[in-house]
């Protein structure tokens, strides 16, 4: 006699957790206070991301423009191109509803400098950053295809080696909308 076993059902694919595995554009402005060589300026600054998000960790690249001006100087002033890259972490999150989350993001990078000074020879340098991101982001799309939106609040203090010897800081506040998918 013959006995039947069935085999053991096959796994079903695990459903990938909502607003993971994601590419996302964020758009920010904002403000910054940076020293150069020493003197402390500040400015507006625009600064363009992408991230690629894997469940809750991040890579990130991003540009950084900034106007930056000397109060002591009010003629002079720099500007400053900053291109870094980023690991981030999601040290909590908070989901609102299956299709939206409130993301607070641990941030630590490296980037290089690019800065052109008034009546002073240009300078380049690299430097480290440590950041910290509040995001809600929100799946606005109703059908199996993801569009995100959203909006995050970023605060970066970043460090860069003076050619003199010391450590030139930075305090950069930006705010702006994320789109993705």
């Keep these: 006699r013959i006995i039947a076993i069935d085999p053991p059902p096959s796994p079903l694919p695990r459903p990938r ?3 993971s595995d994601r590419w996302t554009v964020t758009a920010q402005t904002g403000g910054g ?3 150069i060589a020493g003197v402390w300026g500040s400015g507006m600054l ?3 991301s992408l991230t690629r998000t894997f469940d809750r960790v991040e890579l990130a690249v991003d540009y950084l423009g900034m106007d930056s001006s000397d ?3 009010p003629r002079e002033g720099a500007t400053v191109h900053r291109l870094g890259g980023e690991l981030r972490y999601q040290a909590a999150r908070a989901r609102v509803a299956p299709d939206m989350t409130l ?3 641990g941030a630590a990078g ?3 400098e690019y800065i052109t000074i008034e009546h002073s020879p240009a300078l380049g340098r690299a430097d480290v950053a440590l950041g910290v991101v509040l995001r809600m982001l929100t799946d606005v799309d109703a059908s199996d295809r993801r569009a995100l939106y959203g909006m995050a609040l970023g605060a970066r ?3 860069a080696p003076r ?3 010391g450590t030139d800081l930075g305090f950069i506040l930006a705010f702006g909308c994320a789109v993705g998918s």
């Design 17 to 19: 957790p909502p607003l």
């Design 33 to 35: 206070w940076l020293q």
């Design 46 to 48: 625009i600064q363009p």
């Design 71 to 73: 109060r002591a100087r």
């Design 103 to 105: 993301d607070l993001v």
């Design 110 to 112: 490296i980037g290089v």
């Design 157 to 159: 203090v970043i460090a």
């Design 163 to 165: 050619s003199g010897g």
